[in-house]
């Protein structure tokens, strides 16, 4: 940086000061977009700024007659109130003469005069609050955040300093704990602001995370890291969740907020839907479990208002709920980039506080405006199941990379704490490694942010995340072999010559599954294995399935694999011709067509380039069928057969798989491989399966939901890109498809077409994303009955949790298992130490099938007691639930979420 500095005086009542600047660095998009990829070279000269001396009169003046001329403009023709307004702004300008300042006191006179007619008592309350959504990345990297909260919360305080009834709200625990550490002084002014009740955090969140794509166990991690730092730092938690700027919101959030002490919910992201107007502004939001929160979008629809008469009076004229509430939010303040509320806005603000014409505008709080609504809620009405987000669904496809990366170490927190746990339970002497896991926990919450995750950032975000990725990645696995250790060191010793491999099973039931095994010699064999639920086993050699896997090649060159479960049969070209499910005979590749057919669609949307993918690129559908290397078998059968292939998708870009069948599975597995260079193109995969519903069904968290299958209305249409988790289902009666995957959030299923979304291709606002190569693996299975009575749910589960393994040592035991339940209906989602008891567990556990349950969760583990405790981990009630011989009795209504606190003895 390189600068020149230059001034003079002018006269005594004003300085100019040149100056000339001269800088670089990270300014911003790059030309012809806001969301244009960052020009890393873009450089600034700031050549003069002129200093000069502040006239309060001079400013209230100014805001007087914006006000006043604002009410005579939006008014209208049609209201005695804004003729009025117009002839008080005329005769404003005709007494004020600027170079008589005697004449302000009497302009002045005339506008209160204006301000000082009152509002009858039906007129509709705005509760104004100061604002300053800060993306915690997104144009600009998390360190670049920093700074920004620093700026824009020191402007905050110097308004609640100036103006007592300034409130400002403020979520993301994540900033606030960045500002902590890196400017506390600014901290400490927060602090005492809090105390004031000007300084209001919210949201109960660490992030404002993706509304959609983080794992059940994710989002409620992001409720109790956040949730624990407000009560730690500011003495209390936040009533309302607080996310005002993501993609959709999933149908179990209601039981999530419930869970963690919040009952109050605040967006208003669905004001951006291209399709359909959703139909309320304040609101029940009713969840799958039957949860309930109450829901305000404010109706200015917007997060960052400038306080003007315009959006005041829009935000009455714009409300849905009209007689059913009378009163409603204005977020006002600079926000995205930061910046949040100025003097003028707050200004502008105190003027329409009570003045015939407008609303009255009151400087308000979260608090108040939720208390006031909650004293009569009858004549509000319900919203049952997800809030989807008609826009943004290409970031269920967007960075493929941050994707993957996070649902591999969700998987291995996963891990990491249920091992940890048994090892604290079975060993005294083994230290639990909550702070580190804290630690991990927090980035990758943090890369859960909105324009993280679901991939609307630039090059450099993505580069910090996969940066955080790694750093969980490696001191996760770290901490995994460490506490795998201290808990095989429990295990009786017993000599055995047939005992080579411990393999251990992080999931809540029994699992027989084909493994992979590193030789001495360091090849790769095979061994067919049995697990307990949450345990493991010690593998004997020479295990061979009771129905081997035969790999056949056919005179036409198709390949048929079979396991005694399925048969398949596959042409050269990678596609399914039939996938028969022995058991009932029963194909589930639709007559005439393909499973396993790759598609290209063009994806060039209106103009949100990594956000959105339109409706039209349907019509751009393409084949993929050119094949650079033909079908050729890859295993040969046994415990595995396979078969390999490599397919063109452009001159740049290649797809290569290995098209799986395990002894035992219920699946066909595909392994896949692409390298990707491409432009606005968006790459799916299609299965067209011989079933019929009217709605297919898919995961999301703890839980899942239908959607239509059909287009009958613009609702229905607006659903053609939708997302799930690890699986889809379709079924009719007796018989149904479902498509599993490891990293892959985008899909649909239109009509008996089953589609899974891979990568995209956008240049905005990261001109490289998705460039390069990428690996990933799904799955098809047919299944006899209902999805849940097929285990299709476990299934999904095993394939994204592979059976881990680790070399025998001194330790040899047969089998043993930590926790078993005995309903199939109740998922043990999670295991790890209880935040505050440091010889305590908490389980958490959901009910998947949608189902009533009454089940007995059984584990030989020390347990003294056990308590019912919400998922903030405060026990419900101060009576632990019965012990008893079969173990602990519990019940769940239809995808009830059930936290447990289990105090070990010791």
């Known amino acids: 940086m390189g600068k020149q500095w230059y001034g003079r005086m002018e006269s005594q009542s004003s300085i100019t000061i040149y100056i000339e600047v001269a800088c670089n660095g990270l300014f911003g998009a790059g030309q012809g977009s806001m969301i244009a990829p960052t020009d890393l070279n873009k450089t600034f000269c700031l050549q003069k700024a002129e200093l000069a001396i502040f006239r309060r009169d001079v400013q209230e003046l100014l805001l007087d007659f914006q006000v006043i001329y604002d009410m005579a403009k939006c008014l209208g023709e049609d209201n005695q109130r804004g003729f009025q307004a117009l002839y008080v702004a005329n005769q404003m300008v005709n007494m004020c003469d600027v170079n008589d300042h005697h004449t302000y006191a009497i302009v002045h006179k005339i506008s209160s005069d204006f301000f000082s007619q009152r509002n009858g008592v039906s007129q509709h309350i705005i509760h104004a609050m100061g604002h300053c959504h800060i993306d915690s990345a997104w144009l600009w990297p998390y360190e670049e955040t920093i700074r920004k909260c620093a700026r824009s919360w020191i402007s905050a305080v110097q308004l609640m300093a100036k103006y007592p009834d300034f409130t400002f709200t403020c979520s993301q625990a994540q900033q606030l704990e960045w500002v902590k550490n890196w400017y506390p002084g600014l901290y400490k002014q927060i602090k005492q602001y809090v105390k004031l009740g000007q300084f209001i955090p919210v949201g109960g969140t660490w992030v404002e995370m993706d509304g959609n794509l983080p794992s059940g166990e994710s989002m409620v991690r992001q409720f109790l890291q956040g949730q624990q730092f407000f009560l730690k730092e500011f003495g209390k938690m936040c009533t309302e969740f607080w996310l005002p700027d993501t993609f959709g919101y999933s149908a179990q959030l209601p039981q999530l907020m419930n869970g963690c002490g919040i009952h109050r919910f605040l967006t208003q992201k669905l004001s951006w839907s291209l399709i359909n107007a959703f139909p309320h502004h304040t609101f029940h939001w009713e969840g799958i479990d039957g949860s309930k929160v109450l829901t305000h979008f404010p109706p200015g629809d917007s997060y960052g208002m400038m306080g003007t008469v315009e959006e005041v009076l829009k935000t009455v004229k714009n409300n849905r709920d009209k007689g059913r509430v009378n009163d409603s939010i204005f977020l006002y303040g600079f926000g995205d980039g930061g910046g949040g509320p100025t003097e003028n806005m707050v200004g502008r603000i105190k003027r329409m506080n009570d003045t015939d014409g407008l609303p009255r505008v009151h400087l308000s709080t979260p608090d108040r405006y939720f208390s006031t609504v909650e004293t009569d809620t009858s004549q509000l009405c319900t919203w049952v199941g997800e809030l989807f987000l008609e826009l943004h669904n290409g970031t269920y496809t967007t960075q493929a990379q941050i994707k993957r990366r996070n649902r591999q170490c969700e998987q291995l927190l996963h891990n990491l704490e249920a091992l940890s746990a048994f090892a604290l339970a079975e060993d005294t002497t083994f230290i639990y490694p909550a702070a580190r896991l804290q630690h991990l926990w927090r980035l990758l919450l943090l890369n859960q942010f909105h324009d993280v995750l679901p991939g609307s950032c630039i090059q450099q975000v993505v580069e910090d995340a996969i940066g955080y990725y790694k750093e969980i990645s490696t001191e996760g696995l770290k901490l ?363 389980l958490r556990l959901y009910e998947a099938y949608g189902s009533s349950v009454e089940t007995w969760l059984q584990t030989p583990l020390p347990v003294k007691e056990v308590f019912l405790c919400d998922l903030l981990e405060r026990p419900s009630s101060g009576k632990a639930l019965r012990l008893e011989e079969q173990g602990v009795k519990l019940y769940f209504s239809p995808f009830k979420v059930l936290t447990l606190l289990l105090v070990l003895q010791r």
Not at 635 to 644: D, E, I, M, N, Y
Not at 669 to 696: C, D, G, I, Q, Y
Not at 725 to 752: I, P, R, T
Request: hydrophobic share 40%; glycine share 4%.
């Open 480 to 842: 995994l072999k460490e506490s795998i250790h201290a808990l095989l060191k429990t295990c009786v010793v017993e000599t055995s010559a047939d005992h080579a491999l411990t393999v251990i099973n992080t999931l809540p039931w029994e699992r027989t599954e084909v493994i992979s095994i590193l030789g001495a010699s360091g090849q790769q064999t095979l061994g067919l294995v049995k697990v307990p639920s949450m345990g493991y086993v010690v593998l004997p050699k020479n295990l061979s399935p009771a129905t081997p896997v035969t790999v056949i090649l056919q005179n036409d060159n198709s390949i048929t694999m079979e396991n005694g479960i399925l048969r398949a049969n596959i042409d050269s070209a990678g596609r399914l011709t039939s996938l028969n499910l022995l058991t009932s005979n029963r194909e589930s590749v639709a007559t005439g067509c393909f499973g396993n057919q790759f598609v290209l669609f063009d994806d060039i949307p209106l103009y949100w380039d990594a956000w959105d993918v339109m409706d039209y690129h349907l019509e751009t559908r393409k084949l993929l069928t050119s094949v650079i290397s033909k079908l050729r078998i890859s295993q040969s059968g046994g415990l595995r057969g396979a078969v390999a292939f490599t397919l063109q998708i452009s001159e740049n870009s290649t797809i290569e798989q290995e098209i799986i069948l395990d002894a035992s599975c219920p699946y066909i597995r595909f392994n896949t491989k692409v390298k990707w260079n491409e432009a606005h193109k968006f790459l799916k995969v299609e299965f067209p399966a011989r079933v019929r519903s009217l709605n297919a069904t898919y995961e999301i968290q703890f839980g899942h939901i239908q959607r239509p299958t059909h287009r009958n209305t613009s609702w229905d249409w607006a659903r053609y890109e939708v997302w799930a988790h690890k699986w889809m289902d379709l079924s009719e009666h007796g018989f149904g498809v479902a498509v599993l995957n490891d990293c892959k959030y985008g899909c649909s299923v239109l009509k008996n077409i089953l589609s899974l979304s891979l990568l995209r291709a956008p240049k905005s606002p990261d001109a490289t994303a998705d460039i390069g190569v990428h690996e990933f693996s799904y799955a098809f299975m047919p299944h006899w009955g209902t999805f849940q009575e097929a285990g299709v749910i476990q299934s999904a589960y095993s394939f994204c949790a592979p059976l881990l393994t680790t070399e025998l040592t001194d330790v040899q035991t047969k089998s043993w298992s930590a926790f078993n339940v005995l309903s199939p209906a109740i998922v043990l989602e999670t295991v790890k130490q209880a935040e505050n008891q440091q010889d305590s567990l908490v």
